[in-house]
């Protein structure tokens, strides 16, 4: 196609602001889905995505449409989550175009999000196109939403596109508006190629299925091309393109997205970012690709029978393929057997990656407390990085250690600044400013321990605003802090998968925490359980899982005590015996119980 006719967009936003809704309107609109075809969400793939009402995953489509000018434009659309764990599948997305819609819901109006996937955008200098959906909402306040575009964004009023997804109004002008603003893609058919992976997927009968987005050049089915990360070359086996499902084309040329497949097996043989080039006429340079995304969080995942460990294995690596801001390394616990480290960009992140492995791997896991990245100075010089409470330093060997802070920026209703401050203050956050956004809504600015924001923080901001906070976070850098490992033992054995890092003067609080809620999701044995929190040598709290009883004298009618009592004593020391060989059967939910203690 002729490369002028070319638009590539996504579309950006702040969490539930209408993305999903609003590409759905357009692939109606444009005819690219039936009727009988439809549903809602249609873009988001995953039964998890349908099921949270989020999307989890970046979503490219094609679709081809005519304009009020006559011609017929081929439109390429990337939808993109909006929670701020996924922020680097926006980013993905984003270098895969030139424009990008801005969608703000008219009656919560611009959010943390709103703002950060912005500056994103403009980090990669797109064409914006502010976008009001939600009109038709009895609470839609579009005046007051048109100044804060224009007063906190920065963005011209006469660019804003007034719309409601869910009724289909404004489609049409948003689609007017990509077609006159987004400028076409830049690059030449003619010059050696250079295609940018911005993602990619596995399938069982075709292999690793890898997007890409052609910045020069051609490729087609039967070219021979070459990963300039790696060297490894392939044959193209199939071209195609999304609309929404994957049809084969001959080729894809400049400025064009869409797919190859290339019969490759391995999941790690593609890496996102990298560049794919013709291997008899190689470009000179690759792209510059994706900024490197470094993890936040970190946890273990074992699986619950360690038979499974390879299927595990297998399952981590193809999910690595779709998802580039997941890491993992093998690691061993003493009391799970072997698993793998692995790293996340939050605890949703975390939840998801989780519910994917269970669900499209048939897995069954257990997942230890996460941890942050903290930095350790040994005594003896050496500065260690340490994300697993097991290969924290003894006291004696740390002269300091430092814990990554945020800044977090808070978008909330004006009278709930009181209770944002205190709940800021009691996660040992430190004041930075606070500025009123309009006559409702004020951004306070907070630099916050990571530690503190992983867990709850998120949940907490939207109960006390209720549900009108929003918060966005950027890593901002080490400071000194004071922290000591906890343990759990469980009938006097440390269960290192309850291990964690946590600040000493929290240590006390945590440890009861955790124990109490180890209490009531750890089913009674047929022995005493005794749970018990420390650190180090000292036991900080306690509690005891009382044993089954069995009324071993329930047949013995009359008589003489003596007989009552030695089967009493026999009931003792068998117990006692059992104790000390039994196995305490510790449940999934004991897991999530001991991860969402404070």
Not at 106 to 131: C, D, K
Not at 333 to 347: N, P, V, Y
Not at 483 to 491: E, H, P, Q, S, W
Request: proline share 4%; aromatic share 8%.
């Amino acid at each position: 196609m002729d490369k002028s006719l070319i638009r590539n967009f996504s579309i950006i936003a702040h969490i539930d602001h209408g993305k999903s809704t609003l590409a759905d309107r357009i692939l109606q609109f444009t005819g690219a889905i039936s009727e009988r075809e439809f549903h809602d969400q249609l873009l988001d793939d995953m039964d998890l995505e349908r099921e949270r009402g989020i999307t989890i995953k970046a979503s490219a489509v094609r679709i081809n449409y005519t304009a009020r000018d006559g011609r017929t434009y081929e439109l390429n659309l990337i939808d993109t989550p909006g929670h701020v764990d996924f922020t680097y599948e926006v980013s993905k997305s984003i270098g895969a175009c030139e424009g990008a819609l801005l969608v703000v819901d008219a009656s919560q109006g611009v959010e943390a999000q709103t703002v950060a996937n912005l500056y994103l955008a403009m980090e990669h200098n797109l064409v914006i196109i502010p976008v009001i959906n939600k009109i038709d909402l009895p609470s839609a306040q579009i005046d007051n939403v048109k100044h804060e575009i224009s007063h906190i964004l920065g963005l011209d009023k006469s660019d804003i596109v007034l719309a409601s997804a869910k009724l289909g109004k404004g489609t049409e002008d948003i689609l007017e508006a990509v077609v006159r603003k987004v400028p076409p893609p830049s690059g030449e058919a003619a010059n050696a190629l250079q295609a940018l992976v911005f993602d990619s997927r596995f399938d069982t009968y075709k292999g690793v299925i890898v997007l890409i987005r052609v910045m020069n050049g051609v490729i087609h089915k039967g070219q021979k091309v070459k990963m300039m990360s790696s060297g490894a070359m392939y044959e193209v086996m199939e071209v195609g393109i999304f609309n929404p499902r994957p049809a084969q084309i001959d080729r894809l040329s400049c400025g064009e997205v869409g797919y190859i497949a290339c019969n490759i097996r391995e999941a790690r043989e593609v890496s996102v970012g990298d560049t794919v080039t013709d291997s008899d006429n190689p470009a000179a340079s690759p792209l510059a690709g994706y900024k490197k995304v470094h993890p936040m969080v970190f946890s273990g995942i074992y699986p619950a029978n360690s038979a499974d460990f390879p299927a595990l294995k297998n399952a981590i690596e193809k999910l690595r393929l779709s998802d580039a801001a997941f890491i993992f390394e093998p690691e061993k616990s003493a009391s799970l057997g072997m698993g793998f480290r692995c790293g996340f960009l939050g605890l949703l992140h975390m939840e998801i990656v989780e519910e994917r492995l269970e669900r499209e791997f048939d897995l069954n896991l257990v997942i230890t407390t996460p941890s942050v990245v903290y930095r350790i100075l040994k005594k003896d010089g050496d500065v260690v990085s340490v994300d697993n409470p097991v290969k924290l330093p003894g006291s004696a060997e740390i002269e300091e250690t430092e814990e990554p802070y945020v800044r977090a920026y808070i978008i909330a209703p004006k009278e709930s600044i009181g209770t944002i401050l205190e709940l800021s203050e009691s996660r040992r956050g430190s004041y930075v400013s606070t500025e009123y956004l309009d006559e409702t809504r004020v951004r306070i600015v907070y630099d916050i321990p990571l530690s503190e924001v992983i867990v709850d923080f998120y949940d907490r901001i939207k109960s006390v605003t209720k549900g009108y906070g929003s918060l966005d976070y950027e890593f901002l850098d080490y400071r000194p802090t004071n922290i000591v490992k906890l343990d759990i033992l469980i009938n006097g054995e440390v269960y290192d998968a309850f291990s964690s890092i946590v600040f000493k003067d929290r240590a006390y609080a945590k440890g009861k925490a955790i124990i109490e809620k180890l209490k009531e999701t750890i089913p009674r044995h047929l022995f005493q359980v005794i749970l018990q929190a420390a650190i180090g040598g000292t036991i900080i709290a306690r509690e005891t899982i009382k044993s089954v009883g069995k009324n071993v004298t329930a047949k013995c009618y009359g008589g003489d005590i003596t007989r009552k009592r030695k089967l009493w004593e026999k009931q003792k020391a068998g117990k006692k015996k059992m104790k000390q060989f039994g196995k305490v059967e510790i449940p999934q939910e004991a897991f999530f119980a001991a991860l969402k203690a404070q």
